[in-house]
Each structure stands twice: as C-alpha cells, then as structure tokens.
C-alpha cells in the first residue's frame, strides 16, 4: 500500500533561518512526488514536484529513492511562507494522490 | 492557471436530507476529477475518481450509494451526498486534471464545508 510520511505536525522557525519539512513515502513502483501549499483561507496549490527539479519560492526537494524520502528544503524563511505543506504521491501517470497529514510551518519574525 | 471551482463552499444540512456539491472546471476540460475528503487536523483521503461519461471508481471503504458521484461533462462533476447523518459532516475538496495541458497537474477546488445537524 503506498503511504506518505510527514512526520511533523507544526514546526515553527524564526525568519531568516532554514526551514526542513519531512516527508517519507512508501511506494511499490516509481512515485511521482508532490508538495502542496494551502495559505490561510486558500486553495491547496501545488508547490512543486520532483520531475520538475524547479525550486519554486526559494524551495527545493529532491527525491532520495534510498531513504524514500522527499524532503522540502529552503534555505532562508520567509513569513510568507507560513501555511500548510502536504507531501504527496502518485503513481507514474495517474493524477490520484495519496496526501500525507501535512505539516503547518510557521515563520516567527 | 486553471480555475476549479466548487459550489457551494459551506452548506448546512438537516439528517436525513440529501446535498450536491458541484465541483467546475472554468477554464479547461478536464476528463478526469476526483474527490477528497478532509477530516479537521487530519489529511484529505481520496473518494473517487470520476471519469466524464463513464462511471466513478471508489476507493474501499467509500459506499458508492451514498455518495453518488456524476461526470456528465468535461467542465461537471458532481458529488451528492445522500441521505446525509452528521458524521458526514467534512470538508469535501475536488480536483480536476485538464485533458491536454503542458505539464499536466491536478488543480483544486476551494472546498465545501458540510455540516449535517
């Protein structure tokens, strides 16, 4: 069965400082891996994805098949950047996701 | 980008009645749609996949009787939620993928809120 990760609920970092959301995956094939952004009374919207290797709003993940891991990583936070992230799969191809519980950054100033 | 759009985006409900969320692609057909449901604090969980003009796939454990679900066309889909009981209440999100776009993804819908009393 395949299963997202997101280990923390909340995690709450200063401006300025690095910011880490987790996100293991378990998956019996070749994923396509996700992060989604839902701000404060919007949308959920996708953020990136791992075929894409963009970094979109200073973040970056990169897919790590040996730890299946798909870690999202930005050097500096911004306080814009507190919202909702969720981890997210697919299957090669098909567009049903299967959503981690996701994690709420919060960016202190 | 593509705009999905959902209707109505919070709904009260008595027990027993029924409720039809709409779930509309305003710029893009989009062949495929499917269903999430979203308990409070926790994640959205698939539904269903709906296909336009054909019958939705449900994922186990969701009773197709009582959420019936149609794809009539490229720009509709439709969830209803029958015979509604409070532990139904949730927040019901729909996303649509279009059926010819570069760097195809799945958009969402803002969501309904339903709440059965």
């Known amino acids: 069965a395949q299963r997202v990760t997101q280990p923390e609920k909340l995690l709450s970092v200063f401006k300025g400082a690095p910011v880490e959301l987790k996100c293991n995956y378990s998956y019996s094939g070749s994923p396509e891996l996700f992060w989604y952004v839902q701000y404060s009374r919007q949308r959920l919207q996708l953020l990136l994805r791992?075929?894409s290797r963009e970094s979109i709003k200073g973040f970056t993940a990169d897919l790590n098949k040996g730890e299946t891991s798909f870690h999202l990583k930005k050097p500096f936070a911004q306080e814009e950047d507190s919202a909702m992230y969720y981890c997210a799969l697919s299957g090669a191809g098909s567009y049903q996701l299967t959503f981690g519980k996701g994690t709420k950054l919060s960016v202190i100033p | 980008g593509a705009v999905v759009s959902q209707h109505p985006s919070w709904v009260i409900c008595k027990s027993g009645t029924s409720v039809k969320i709409e779930c509309r692609s305003l710029?893009?057909?989009?062949?495929?749609m499917f269903w999430y449901r979203q308990f409070p604090k926790q994640s959205l969980m698939l539904m269903a996949t709906?296909?336009?003009?054909?019958?939705?796939?449900?994922e186990q454990g969701v009773e197709k009787d009582k959420f019936l679900i149609n794809h009539a066309s490229l720009t509709l889909s439709t969830l209803t939620v029958t015979s509604a009981h409070p532990e139904d209440s949730s927040f019901y999100i729909c996303?649509?993928?279009?059926?010819?776009?570069?760097?195809?993804?799945?958009?969402f819908g803002q969501g309904t809120r339903l709440t059965v009393v």
């Open positions: 710029d893009f057909q989009a062949t495929t």
């Open positions: 791992h075929i």
């Open positions: 996303s649509a993928v279009g059926t010819a776009m570069m760097n195809t993804e799945a958009f």
């Open positions: 709906s296909n336009e003009g054909s019958k939705a796939t449900y």
